[in-house]
Each structure stands twice: as C-alpha cells, then as structure tokens.
C-alpha cells in the first residue's frame, strides 16, 4: 500500500499532532508512504509513474478555504469540482483489471453540487457503488480540517458516501439520460454499509480530509 500527502512531512507533522505516530504506525505495517504528491498528477509523479493499483481512495477531497467565500459559492464549487475532475482524469489510466477508485463525500448541499458521478463519467469512470460512510464503522479514523489555522481540527461529516468507481472506455459517451439521473442524489440506489479492506482502513487513518 502506498499512501500519500500533498504536505511535505515536516509540514504533515507541524499540522498534525499525530502525524508522525500515524506515519510510524503506517510504514511499520508496510506502507509505503509519499509526501508532497499532488494528486491531479498523479499519473505523472516520478515515483508512482507506471504503477498500476487495485484500489486508488480519496477521502474528502476540498479545494481549501477561500476568506468571504463559503461553501455554497458557485465560484467555490467550481474550485472543488476542478480538483475532483483533475484527481480521476488522474487515477484513471492507473487501475489494475477490475481496480477501483474510491472517493469519500459529503452529499448534502451544497456539497451533492459537485455532481461527481458526472465528473467521473467524464474521466471513463462508471459508478459501481455508493455505500453510506459512518465514521463511528473505524475506529481511531478522526478526519481534518486539512487547512489555515484550524487544520488540526475536525469538522462534522453529516451525510456522506463512498462512491466506487470502475474504468469503463465507453463511459463518456454513455447515455446522458442515465449520466443525468446519477447526478441526482434522490435517484441513486442505497446499499448497505460494508467494511473496507486492510489498505483502505489504513488509508483512512493516514489521510487528513
């Protein structure tokens, strides 16, 4: 398993009272652990270059805080779906047969805005999955504000799902009548929650956001 930050350690640690035992406590387990790896490139970072994986996992992904601009601006929410659009163009040419990504949100408003099923389509990626996401299902996972002054602290979930996407090549051009109604929160199909492998529980103690 490899697990990545977009901080440096040193910022990592100066961020995070336990980031450096989240670290020890990861690579003691084998991981494999990268800092200052942007995750819209990941396709082109020199270490991961190449790399095919099984499963690729975004929890909570946010453009960062913007002072006078909440999370309802449209302006905001452009930024945020510009990351999300970047990271899965990303990761998609980086699955194994049969791989995944898996990304973590929120789906009230303003937040079910971003329409990710949309941004994934557009990246050959098809929706094989939403499961509700409950903190209290992982013990010791405790996620961050990631950002200013507060980055330690953590903010409420609320209503949130993982979301499974597959490569499929036909994906973008699929039927927009289908890709519309997946944007819609109201129309998708509930399953029951299910536990992640070892690497995604490992994943989601290390990631901050």
């Given at each position: 398993m490899i697990s990545t930050s977009l901080d440096t350690k040193?910022?990592?640690i100066q961020k995070y009272n336990k980031a450096g035992?989240?670290?020890q406590l990861l690579k003691s387990m084998g991981a494999q652990v990268l800092h200052s790896v942007d995750a819209t490139q990941l396709n082109v970072t020199a270490e991961l270059c190449g790399r095919k994986f099984?499963?690729?996992i975004f929890n909570f992904p946010h453009a960062g805080f913007h002072q006078g601009r909440g999370e309802a601006?449209?302006?905001?929410i452009v930024q945020h779906k510009q990351l999300v659009s970047s990271f899965l163009k990303s990761a998609s040419g980086m699955l194994r047969p049969n791989g995944q990504v898996h990304v973590t949100h929120k789906t009230a408003q303003p937040f079910c805005c971003w329409n990710i099923v949309e941004?994934?389509?557009r990246s050959s990626l098809v929706l094989v999955e939403q499961v509700d996401f409950r903190v209290g299902d992982y013990p010791g996972y405790c996620n961050k504000r990631g950002d200013g002054d507060r980055a330690d602290e953590?903010?409420?979930v609320g209503l949130c799902s993982n979301f499974k996407f597959a490569f499929d090549p036909c994906a973008e051009t699929g039927d927009r009548e289908t890709n519309r109604a997946l944007r819609c929160p109201h129309s998708r199909n509930h399953h029951d929650n299910q536990a992640y492998?070892?690497?995604s529980a490992l994943m989601k103690l290390m990631l901050s956001r």
């Open positions: 040193g910022e990592l035992s989240n670290l099984d499963r690729i601006s449209q302006w905001v941004l994934a389509h953590s903010f409420p492998d070892f690497a």
